[in-house]
């Protein structure tokens, strides 16, 4: 039985056995401490994050590492070290350098446009008008649509004898009938299709460029715009200097998403071209599943896949580095 | 009265040994007469379960008519059958996923890119399968085994092919006082005369499956080929190649417009299915949507054979389709019997596929065939076997072989010279394709 003192602690004697204890006795474990157990907690709610990234990401990256170093194809379980062979075949193709520069031409316009569009879209969502919900609800559908089913549709869009947009230019007086010159033919000619293939990944994505941009704009201060409008600034000024450095960090991590969702695109291309005419609206999403899986060669596969890399790195290195900058 | 001593018989020489061989052969042979008679799957796979991954047929009516087939047959002997259908193109991807994971269905099918020499490796050798069906059905035709042989050994079976033939609007080349398109030489005058009169003719000029066969056909009926018959050595770069090549130039220039440079798989069955087409190079399956939805140009729309080349060579490169099954697979036997019992109604594939499905076995070509030998415009279908061809030609369809269709280079060297690019500047172009292909598999 504990004996307890009128003034509420342990007798003097439990006090004195206790004092008297050894020290470490004393101290707690260092996954008992205050900070230890903040650390271990932090952690475990990190830890399934981390552990996809590694399992589904880092994981998969590293085995296409060591497939683009080896001479791996899709019969043979056994794959050799080659070096950078796989690379140096890349290279030494005609249609990788197509592929690579269509990748960069299909990056940047898509890039321009859908700045433009989701920004201006993004602005008229901003506005007070009725049934404003319904139509932020509706600008999404491209985004949300499944892929397969939309880039079809397009791709009737596009036909080169049934195309309705060369139906309603034909009947605008644009252009001539079916089989005359000035019919476009949106697949077949090399500029267009790529510009086709462009269009249809713009009409897709821009809708999450606005929303991440109205997302931004709503988060802007209003008595901040307020004090620019009497300090005299006009729409495009407040744009430039009030808003865009506020919202700077959500349009980086926006222009991330869409490079790497733009540079990864192969659906688009592929349903709608296959990456033809000749090659002309190849990218080297679509170069590297045509040699990895449909060829076979899953070494030169990734090796071109892997080319991708040095085109994101740049665009992620600048975000990073630019919201690092903010930061402080 | 009889002799109470027992009869000696042979019996009395019996030892242990040789009386368990005989009964042995006995319950076997009964075994299987019985089985026979019963035309019944021995109890061994009763109980289990055959996956099978196969294409969606062009004709829908032939995956209805397919999915009940086998599960009758899986009902019958006690199989639960599971068939996934899923769009040709992404065959290769799942094939691929399936070898990396080693597991997925027992049989599965290869569509126009029939991977045989890449896997055979883990393939299950089939050569009992394919030398039996062959002794029931009056054996293969002569091109069947380029596909699914490897070193002597038969790693897949020859389900059906697919012809491309020359599919022609009658009435427009009457009009115009026009032979039939028998050799592609008349083919090309018709072009040049109809184009003007608002028919133009199409070929692909454009990455497809229908472009990899149509100009192979093409090429192959003007004495070219890729590779030798060993397969080993690249025969592209030749005289015949490049007078094939001037010819599709001048095929285009007189008789078609520029959306073939936009064209997929469907593009000319809606082609000839407009009233536009003065003829086409492709499946039966546009006539049959000429069929569907313009009845007029059908009645008007004529079959005919392959067109002969300058010397009267023919050569028509089908679309291949042939079963697999692979060696990780749960349940062989069931699924070799599967397939045994697939080839024995080979007759009623042909007549679900609405005489699309063209046998790879010499029976299925008695005239008259189903539905082909009763329609007097598909009779010359039955004149096909004997020039019939697949990729690679005349050798296998080999790795890079496989590549080089895979990659579209020789649709894409057509479609150079068809936008103008010099005949040898795009013969170098597609012959350092070819060599980079033919080299690195050499090397693997």
Redesign the interface.
């Known amino acids: 039985m504990t004996t307890v003192s009128l003034s509420g602690g342990p007798e003097p004697a439990v006090r004195a056995a206790v004092v008297s204890a050894p020290a470490r006795t004393l101290e707690r474990a260092w996954w008992q401490t205050h900070n230890a157990q903040r650390k271990i907690f932090g952690y475990t709610l990190l830890a399934p994050a981390a552990l996809y990234v590694l399992l589904l990401v880092g994981a998969p990256f590293l085995f296409s590492l060591w497939l683009a170093v080896s001479d791996a194809n899709v019969g043979d379980p056994v794959a050799r070290f080659i070096g950078l062979e796989n690379f140096r075949s890349a290279w030494e193709m005609d249609t990788f350098w197509i592929a690579m520069q269509n990748s960069v031409v299909f990056l940047v316009v898509a890039a321009i446009f859908k700045s433009l569009l989701g920004t201006s879209l993004a602005f008229l969502l901003l506005q007070n008008f009725r049934g404003k919900k319904l139509i932020r609800g509706l600008v999404v559908i491209p985004f949300t649509l499944p892929i397969a089913v939309s880039v079809l549709s397009w791709k009737w869009m596009y036909d080169s004898q049934f195309s309705v947009i060369n139906w309603v230019l034909f009947h605008a007086g644009l252009i001539g009938g079916y089989g005359s010159e000035s019919w476009p033919i949106w697949l077949g000619q090399p500029q267009l299709a790529l510009a086709a293939c462009i269009a249809v990944n713009v009409w897709r994505n821009f809708p999450f460029s606005a929303i991440v941009l109205l997302a931004g704009f709503t988060s802007v201060p209003l008595e901040v715009l307020d004090a620019a409008k009497v300090d005299g600034c006009t729409f495009f000024q407040r744009f430039r200097h009030v808003v865009v450095p506020m919202i700077f960090p959500i349009l980086m991590i926006g222009l991330l998403f869409d490079t790497v969702f733009t540079l990864s695109d192969l659906s688009v291309v592929y349903l709608l071209t296959q990456g033809g005419p000749g090659n002309a609206s190849k990218i080297l999403p679509v170069l590297a599943y045509q040699i990895g899986i449909q060829a076979g060669n899953l070494g030169r596969g990734a090796a071109i896949a892997l080319f991708l890399v040095p085109l994101l790195l740049p665009a992620l290195f600048l975000v990073l580095r630019n919201l690092k900058r903010r930061e402080y | 009265m009889s002799d109470p001593r027992p009869v000696q018989t042979a019996l009395s020489t019996l030892n242990r040994r040789k009386f368990l061989t005989v009964a042995g052969a006995g319950v076997a042979g009964g075994s299987l007469l019985t089985m026979l008679e019963a035309r019944q799957a021995p109890a061994q796979i009763k109980g289990t379960t055959l996956r099978i991954l196969q294409w969606s047929h062009f004709i829908p009516a032939y995956d209805a008519w397919y999915d009940k087939f086998a599960k009758e047959w899986g009902d019958k002997n006690g199989v639960k059958v599971r068939v996934d259908h899923i769009p040709h193109l992404e065959l290769?991807?799942r094939?691929?996923a399936e070898?990396?994971a080693g597991a997925g269905h027992d049989i599965i099918h290869n569509g126009s890119?029939i991977?045989t020499?890449?896997?055979?490796?883990?393939l299950v050798d089939l050569s009992d399968t394919y030398d039996q069906i062959g002794k029931k059905h009056g054996g293969w035709i002569p091109a069947a085994k380029s596909l699914v042989e490897v070193e002597g050994r038969y790693y897949g079976l020859p389900i059906y092919h697919i012809l491309l033939p020359m599919l022609w609007r009658k009435d427009l080349f009457d009009q115009a006082g026009l032979k039939a398109p028998d050799t592609w030489e008349l083919a090309r005058v018709a072009a040049r005369t109809l184009k003007p009169k608002?028919h133009?003719t199409g070929m692909h000029?454009?990455?497809?499956a229908d472009a990899n066969l149509n100009w192979r056909s093409l090429l192959f009926s003007f004495g070219g080929a890729e590779a030798d018959p060993s397969g080993d050595n690249i025969l592209i770069d030749s005289k015949e190649t490049r007078e094939t090549m001037r010819f599709a130039k001048a095929l285009f220039d007189e008789g078609m417009?520029?959306?073939?440079?936009?064209?997929?798989d469907a593009?000319d069955n809606?082609?000839l299915a407009?009233g536009?087409g003065c003829w086409i190079h492709d499946a039966i399956s546009a006539y049959r949507t000429t069929e569907d939805t313009n009845p007029p140009v059908f009645q008007n729309t004529h079959i005919a054979l392959e067109p002969a080349g300058p010397s009267g060579k023919r050569v028509s490169v089908a679309a291949a389709n042939v079963w697999m099954v692979w060696k990780f697979a749960k349940n062989q036997q069931a699924a070799k019997e599967f397939l045994v019992h697939l080839m024995d109604n080979d007759r009623e594939g042909v007549i679900q596929s609405r005489g699309y499905n063209m046998p790879y076995i010499n029976d299925g070509y008695k005239k008259p065939m189903p539905v082909i030998g009763t329609d007097p415009k598909m009779q010359v279908l039955q004149d096909f076997p004997k020039i019939v061809a697949f990729f690679g030609y005349p050798g296998p369809f080999t790795?890079p072989i496989?590549?080089v269709v895979?990659?579209?280079v020789l649709p894409?060297m057509f479609?150079?010279v068809g936008?103008g690019q010099n005949i040898e500047d795009v013969m170098k172009?597609g012959m350092?394709?070819y060599r980079?292909i033919f080299s690195?598999h050499k090397r693997?």
């Open positions: 290769p991807a094939m691929a070898f990396a890119s991977l020499r890449l896997y055979y490796k883990s608002g133009p000029f454009s990455q497809c417009t520029p959306e073939v440079f936009s064209w997929d593009s809606r082609f407009s536009v790795t496989q590549e895979n990659l579209y894409d479609t150079r936008r172009w350092g394709e980079r690195k693997a």
